[in-house]
């Protein structure tokens, strides 16, 4: 679980103790609804960067790393695919030049 999934049970752990309606800011008091409440200024807490290279380092372990066999193959369908693209798009592009040219001759 991070950090920003952590403050949202947080927050919404202290509405539900309070009756807000983290949607709207309306609340509830008994069966009385009471309009938006007073926007309070949010105090952010900000992370060191040594907290922030852990948290990277610990995503980056998650991460499902291609192994050398499939970054080759990847590699090689992307290759073969730009190549056919790029084909395509000359021919149609030479097809198409010639044929403005041809209807525009005098």
Same mark, same amino acid.
Request: hydrophobic fraction near 45%.
């Given at each position: 679980?991070? @950090?920003?999934t952590k403050r949202m049970?947080? @927050?919404? !752990? @202290? +509405? +539900? &103790? !309070?009756? &807000?309606? #983290?949607?709207?800011g309306a609340f509830e008091?008994? !069966?009385?609804?009471?309009?938006?409440?007073?926007a309070k200024p949010v105090?952010?807490?900000?992370?060191?960067?040594?907290?922030?290279?852990?948290?990277?380092? !610990?995503? =980056? @372990?998650?991460?499902?790393?291609?192994?050398?066999?499939?970054?080759?193959?990847?590699?090689?369908?992307?290759?073969?695919? #730009?190549?056919?693209?790029? &084909? =395509?798009?000359?021919? =149609?592009?030479? +097809?198409?030049?010639?044929?403005?040219?041809?209807?525009?001759?005098?």
């Amino acid at each position: 679980m991070n @950090r920003e999934t952590k403050r949202m049970m947080e @927050r919404r !752990d @202290r +509405a +539900a &103790a !309070d009756g &807000a309606d #983290l949607e709207t800011g309306a609340f509830e008091i008994g !069966d009385v609804e009471v309009g938006q409440r007073e926007a309070k200024p949010v105090r952010t807490d900000r992370t060191t960067p040594i907290q922030f290279a852990r948290e990277v380092r !610990d995503e =980056l @372990r998650q991460v499902a790393w291609p192994t050398r066999v499939e970054m080759v193959n990847y590699s090689m369908v992307v290759f073969f695919t #730009l190549v056919v693209m790029i &084909a =395509l798009i000359f021919v =149609l592009n030479y +097809a198409f030049g010639k044929g403005v040219f041809f209807m525009f001759q005098k």
